[in-house]
T-cell receptor, first 113, second 113 residues
Framework: AQSVAQPEDQVNVAEGNPLTVKCTYS??????LFWYVQYPNRGLQFLLK??????LVKGSYGFEAEFNKSQTSFHLKKPSALVSDSALYFC???????????FGAGTTVTVRA | DVKVTQSSRYLVKRTGEKVFLECVQD?????MFWYRQDPGLGLRLIYF???????EKGDIPEGYSVSREKKERFSLILESASTNQTSMYLC????????????FGEGSRLTVL
């Protein structure tokens, strides 16, 4: 079985400050890890993914994520947050032998001006 | 640009009615998925399909069925809608390879009265 935990329901930061959204996962085999963002009343948009290789993955809108196998984590980061980054963020994991993608409960990010 | 289109953004139905949610993708993807999204629960997989006329149950299939007669179209059916099926429904598609990300539609918000 595979699962994802996002320990924070909400993250609040000031514009210009670093933003981190936490994610830990559990899979039986090697993980494929994804981050998605959702703006109000919209579908999910893909941000980035880790498949293999470099542990630091860069994605859309200046976001990056760091894969840490020993801590089974895949935290999303942005060095300088913007008000427009305010949204709902989802971490997801897939076991390499499975079609299904399992999502975390989501973290609401609010960036104040 | 890749596109997953859900036929209805907002629906209001009465308890006991039969409900059809339609999803079409133009990317020639083999895999298609139906998720429901509820606050605090993230996305939960209802059904998925990895080929035409093929379907598999996800984590919460009770009260739902699906149909995939053509590769580009995946329909979710609520045979007899109930109030606990009030939710946001998200359709997604992906390539066969496990490394591929999911592409989501804009979502269908269903209210059952």
């Amino acid at each position: 079985a595979q699962s994802v935990a996002q320990p924070e329901d909400q993250v609040n930061v000031a514009e210009g400050n670093p933003l981190t959204v936490k994610c830990t996962y559990s899979v039986s085999g090697n993980p494929y890890l994804f981050w998605y963002v959702q703006y109000p009343n919209r579908g999910l948009q893909f941000l980035l993914k880790y498949i293999t290789g470099d542990n630091l993955v860069k994605g859309s809108y200046g976001f990056e994520a760091e894969f840490n196998k020993s801590q089974t984590s895949f935290h999303l980061k942005k060095p300088s947050a913007l008000v427009s980054d305010s949204a709902l963020y989802f971490c997801a994991v897939r076991d390499m032998a499975d079609y299904k993608l399992s999502f975390g409960a989501g973290t609401t990010v609010t960036v104040r001006a | 640009d890749v596109k997953v289109t859900q036929s209805s953004r907002y629906l209001v139905k009465r308890t006991g009615e039969k409900v059809f949610l339609e999803c079409v993708q133009d990317m020639d993807h083999e895999n298609m998925f139906w998720y429901r999204q509820d606050p605090g629960l993230g996305l939960r997989l209802i059904y998925f399909s990895y080929d035409v006329k093929m379907k598999e149950k996800g984590d919460i299939p009770e009260g739902y069925s699906v149909s995939r007669e053509k590769k580009e179209r995946f329909s979710l059916i609520l045979e007899s809608a109930s109030t606990n099926q009030t939710s946001m429904y998200l359709c997604a598609s992906s390539e066969t390879r496990a490394t591929g990300e999911l592409f989501f539609g804009e979502g269908s918000r269903l209210t059952v009265l």
